[in-house]
Nanobody
């Protein structure tokens, strides 16, 4: 089992920055990739960014490219999502997800088998 705990969400104004953290525990040696997803009220959960656990591969959604950065921390079981130039459309619950599966498209929520509880990000205009 893998446990994931997100933190760092909050209420910010447009054009501000936030850094979300995802702390993984348990059988972290089995993690292949970790991703960030978000879900706004009334919308489906959508892909934001993903990183291979060894840091060798990164990918972003079109809306995240150029503004968000996913990275592994010095505490190796922590992954960050640095979010810059936030706008109200970024308002959502942000979820950290991990997969222990070698295959699967990393932009698909169905590829991940462990999820955190989510952290709320609200961006005011």
């Amino acid at each position: 089992q893998v446990q994931l705990v997100e933190s760092g969400g909050g209420l910010v104004q447009a054009e501000s920055s936030l850094r979300l953290s995802c702390a993984a525990s348990g059988r972290t040696f089995s993690i292949v990739s970790l991703g960030w997803f978000r879900q706004a009220p009334g919308k489906e959960r959508e892909f934001v960014a993903t990183i291979r656990w060894n840091g060798s591969y990164l990918d972003y959604s079109d809306s995240a490219k150029g503004r968000f950065t996913i990275s592994r921390g010095n505490a190796q079981n922590t992954v960050y999502l640095q979010m810059n130039s936030l706008n109200p459309e970024d308002t959502a619950i942000y979820y950290c997800a991990a997969t222990t599966n070698i295959s699967g498209r990393r932009s698909y929520a169905s590829s991940y088998n462990y999820w955190g509880q989510g952290t709320q990000v609200t961006v005011s205009s």
